[in-house]
């Protein structure tokens, strides 16, 4: 009997410094030295340039579309496929697009939504998630003034985006239609 191990006596014996994993959740969370680590999450590509994009950007004393292009650009041409890497950000400008509220509210305020998501998705996945959710009002306020103008060259990226079976975007059709309203109204 004094040579039996006992299970219990096993586990109290163990050291400090070996690392067991816990039994509720083996993939996310670990214990070493005592304490209780969390798996790294891992941030997609085109929000870790996004970030770094914009961070250039703040920086910048002249902060025209001109200026927030080239920090896209830098930001981007660190990475191995630039294609694949706008085909993501404008997929995110699709994204916002395909919303019939946000298109709607575009449409509202007088400005063009396509020349507003680029912008929206350059403020980052949160801001997209809140537009998509809230509405342009009340996550950027009045700052929707500032974006009135693309920052991306459209003969370089229109190419990600995809167009509907009649060759033309949804938002600019109802863009169209709010302005033709707008205007009889006016008259």
Known sequence: MKNEVIPQAEVATATVNQVQTTTANPKS???????????KRTVPTLW????????????????????????VQKAFENVPDVEKLWGQFMGEVNRLLDSRKYCAECAGVGVSAENLA??????????????????????????????????????????????????????????????????????
């Open 29 to 39: 969370t670990k214990i070493e030295n005592g304490k209780k680590r969390k798996k």
């Open 118 to 187: 680029e912008h929206i998705v350059l403020l980052g996945r949160a801001t997209v998630n809140q537009v998509l959710d809230n509405g342009i009002i009340a996550t950027i306020g009045t700052d929707y003034l500032l974006y009135k103008d693309r920052f991306t060259r459209p003969e370089d990226v229109d190419i990600y985006l995809p167009t509907y079976y009649d060759g033309e975007r949804k938002c600019i059709e109802l863009n169209k239609t709010a302005s033709a309203e707008n205007a009889k109204i006016a008259n």
């Open 48 to 71: 870790k340039c996004q970030a770094e994009a914009l961070k250039v950007f703040s920086y910048q004393l002249t902060k025209d579309n001109e200026v927030k292009l080239q920090c």
